[in-house]
RNA sequence: GUGGACGUAGCUCAGUUGGUUAGAGCACCAGGUUGUGGCCCUGGGGGUCGGGGGUUCAAAUCCCCUCGUUCACCCCA
């Protein structure tokens, strides 16, 4: 075995699956819900649709996507997010022309060039949710809701919320022209990267964990204190309504996400006990995406949580999932000879809806009953010249049954 | 992209200061039972000791490189 699965990337095996499974069925039952409605756009899209929603100078863009030239020469990139391929698609078929609120989920990989770490793969699985066409607070608090709605129905408990506003266009420059201010005073103690990132995107730089910029920032001017009149009325409400629903929050002023196109709430669900990759959703509003990309000015809300991360939170709560093991009946045969006719049995069983198996490979009696203890079958068929045995492998007991009869009897039995 | 730890059978791991044909448990296969599983017993298959190079009479063991895993930084869901 020579070739294996690329860096980053990784087979999710039978006996694994099953939770992933979980965590897919539960979003779908609920998102639907919700009324929200599963939309799968395509795994690569015109390099331009991310370049220009998630911004050139964010970390994404500059050295994380998988971007390549196709036989005509086309600049593709494999998704690294959700969002920009549903506002996309939502303009391209004119959705808006139903009119109110849109609201979409997805499931499916995305891709990014990361170093791989728990919880943080190039070949990521996220579920997520849009839903555009409004800019009622009511609908931030919806989405966050939901959010949790869908973990807890995981079975996740540790689970907290931090919120913030990172205000509209009217007020978001002031601020960032504030927050420039404040970090060219003490650029010289700010790490590298925050110094280049004063620049290029002062926002980032709150996101700092250098403990060097840390103690610097509890000084620096707060996004909430320059949120215009409008933006300062919606956190309002959104934080009106959270509570209303009975959720509980943590303001969380440095809570920057890493995509240009958020604008007033942002949030994340951390789970304790997942190590440094600690978010299993984010999201927020973004009420530029759509106009950006030429649409009439509609605004939007979302998030998007990650499956590997939900999975390892489950882990670590205990959260079981069966493993899906059916089979409910095994042939055994007495010899080569009756290859045939079991495996006539075994398709008048499946064909009635009965799971079963048999071993096409001749071996003993025995060998054939290890298999089927191994399965955990509750019958084993014995196969031989007349009639047929059925073996009732809990209770270790077995009668002679007739042959034509061995389908009706399992059917009742089962 | 940066730093640390790790890499021996399918899995979990032993492997003394470098010293002969690299071990155990579980798993797998077969037999003990002239057709019947789980327990037990016996036997068997399976490892280029991540890969490459070097030091040495001799390397799983020491050195270098490389790939991978992992934790953290970073980034983010």
Same mark, same amino acid.
């Given at each position: 075995?020579?070739?294996k699965?690329?860096?980053?990337?990784?087979?999710?095996?039978p006996?694994?699956?099953?939770?992933?499974? /979980? *965590?897919?069925?539960?979003?779908r039952?609920?998102?639907l819900?919700y009324n929200? &409605? @599963?939309? !799968?756009?395509?795994?690569?899209?015109?390099?331009r649709?991310f370049?220009?929603?998630?911004?050139?100078?964010?970390? *994404?863009?500059?050295?994380?996507?998988?971007?390549?030239?196709?036989k005509?020469g086309r600049?593709l990139?494999?998704?690294?997010?959700?969002?920009?391929?549903?506002? /996309?698609a939502?303009?391209?078929?004119?959705?808006?022309?139903?009119?109110g609120?849109?609201?979409?989920?997805?499931?499916?990989? %995305?891709? &990014?060039? @990361?170093?791989?770490?728990?919880g943080?793969? !190039?070949?990521?699985?996220?579920?997520?949710?849009?839903?555009?066409?409004s800019?009622?607070?009511?609908?931030?608090?919806?989405?966050?809701?939901?959010?949790?709605?869908?973990?807890?129905?995981l079975? $996740?408990?540790?689970?907290?919320?931090?919120l913030?506003?990172?205000?509209?266009?009217a007020?978001?420059?002031?601020?960032?022209?504030? $927050?420039?201010?404040?970090l060219?005073e003490?650029?010289?103690?700010?790490?590298?990267?925050c110094?280049?990132r004063?620049?290029?995107?002062?926002l980032?730089?709150?996101?700092?964990?250098?403990?060097?910029c840390? #103690?610097?920032?509890?000084?620096?001017?707060?996004?909430?204190?320059?949120?215009?009149?409008?933006?300062k009325e919606?956190?309002?409400?959104?934080?009106h309504?959270?509570?209303m629903?009975?959720?509980n929050?943590? *303001?969380a002023?440095?809570?920057?996400?890493?995509?240009?196109?958020?604008?007033?709430t942002?949030f994340?669900?951390?789970?304790?006990?997942?190590?440094?990759?600690?978010a299993v959703?984010?999201?927020?509003?973004?009420?530029?995406?759509?106009? @950006?990309?030429?649409? @009439?000015?509609?605004?939007?809300?979302?998030?998007?949580?990650?499956?590997?991360?939900?999975a390892?939170a489950?882990?670590?709560?205990?959260?079981?999932?069966?493993?899906?093991k059916?089979? %409910?009946t095994?042939?055994?045969?007495?010899?080569?000879?009756?290859?045939?006719?079991? +495996?006539?049995?075994?398709?008048? +069983?499946?064909? #009635?809806?009965?799971?079963a198996?048999m071993d096409?490979?001749? !071996?003993? +009696?025995?060998?054939?009953? &290890?298999?089927?203890?191994?399965?955990g079958v509750?019958?084993?068929? *014995?196969?031989?010249?007349?009639?047929?045995?059925? !073996?009732?492998?809990?209770?270790?007991e077995?009668?002679?049954?007739?042959?034509?009869?061995?389908?009706?009897?399992?059917k009742?039995?089962?």
């Open positions: 075995m020579t070739i699965a690329p860096r980053g990337t990784e087979d999710v095996l006996g694994e699956i099953e939770k992933w499974q /979980r *965590i897919e069925q539960t979003a039952e609920l998102f819900l929200y &409605r @599963e939309i !799968r756009t395509p795994l690569f899209e015109d390099t649709l370049e220009r929603s998630i911004g050139e100078s964010t970390d *994404i863009v500059e050295k994380e996507m998988y971007t390549f030239l196709d005509k600049s990139t494999l998704r690294p997010e959700g969002t920009a391929p549903v506002v /996309r939502y303009l391209e078929h004119k959705l808006y022309a139903k009119g609120v849109n609201k979409f989920f997805y499931i499916g990989s %995305f891709f &990014r060039y @990361e170093r791989p770490q728990a943080r793969n !190039r070949q990521f699985y996220q579920i997520g949710v849009e839903a555009i066409g800019d009622s607070p009511a609908l931030d608090a919806e989405v966050i809701n939901l959010s949790l709605h869908f973990l807890s129905s079975g $996740l408990k540790t689970l907290h919320i931090a913030n506003s990172i205000g509209c266009s007020c978001q420059p002031l601020y960032r022209e504030k $927050l420039k201010q404040f060219n003490h650029i010289d103690k700010l790490c590298d990267d110094r280049r004063t620049e290029s995107n002062p980032r730089v709150l996101d700092c964990k250098k403990e060097g840390v #103690s610097i920032l509890k000084n620096a001017p707060s996004t909430l204190d320059f949120l215009c009149p409008a933006c919606h956190f309002e409400s959104v934080k309504y959270l509570k629903l009975g959720l929050y943590q *303001i002023p440095n809570l920057v996400r890493g995509l240009d196109y958020y604008t007033r942002t994340e669900v951390v789970h304790s006990g997942l190590g440094a990759q600690n959703a984010a999201g927020g509003r973004f009420d530029g995406l759509v106009e @950006e990309f030429g649409g @009439e000015s509609t605004p939007a809300v979302g998030f998007a949580a990650g499956v590997e991360r939900i390892l489950m882990d670590g709560e205990g959260v079981k999932v069966s493993d899906g059916q089979t %409910f095994f042939i055994a045969l007495l010899g080569k000879e009756y290859l045939e006719g079991g +495996l006539l049995l075994l398709n008048e +069983l499946r064909r #009635s809806g009965i799971s198996e096409y490979e001749g !071996r003993s +009696l025995k060998s054939q009953f &290890r298999v089927a203890d191994k399965l509750k019958f084993t068929i *014995i196969l031989g010249q007349e009639g047929a045995t059925l !073996r009732d492998m809990v209770k270790g077995q009668e002679e049954v007739k042959r034509e009869e061995v389908v009706s009897i399992l009742r039995e089962k």
